[in-house]
């Protein structure tokens, strides 16, 4: 029983620090959020990070990138950020870092949104 209100307290704690880093993101990322759900997972589904190539996930867009769309797309479901708490955590030492981190995770996962591949991400050092 302890340990699921300790859990419990990581996932608010966690919950509230994603809100406070998508109110940061600058005006010019905002627009792109649009029919974009962002989720927290506690760790990536065994499909989801095979869809990774196996990669340790800290997030993880899943949809239609914006390029690839045409004038059919509509009525869709929203397209999907998860964040992958316990992941993302491990590897912060500080609530600071762990904010900087998820912020950084959520540009990423927005620019595969916009169409960037990792190529380009790691040309622009949004990595």
């Known amino acids: 029983m302890a ?3 300790h ?22 990322v905002w627009r792109y959020l649009e029919n974009v759900a962002i989720l927290i997972a506690d760790e990536p589904t065994p499909e989801q990070r095979a869809a990774a190539g196996g990669r340790d996930l800290f997030g993880l867009y899943e949809g239609v990138p914006r390029p690839q769309r045409d004038g059919q797309y509509t009525m869709v479901l929203p397209d999907r950020i998860t964040l992958f708490r316990r992941p993302l955590e491990a ?8 904010l900087l981190e998820i912020q950084r995770t959520i540009v990423h996962e927005i620019a595969h ?7 380009e991400i790691r040309a622009l050092g949004w990595e």
């Not at 949104?113 to 990792?118: F, N, R, T, Y």
Request: hydrophobic share 30%; net charge positive.
């Open 3 to 5: 340990r699921r209100r």
């Open 7 to 28: 859990e419990r307290a990581f996932r608010q704690r966690f919950a509230r620090l994603v809100d406070r880093a998508v109110r940061r993101l600058p005006p010019e």
């Open 91 to 98: 590897a912060c030492r500080s609530e600071r870092e762990l």
């Open 113 to 119: 949104h916009v169409g960037l591949s990792e190529e």
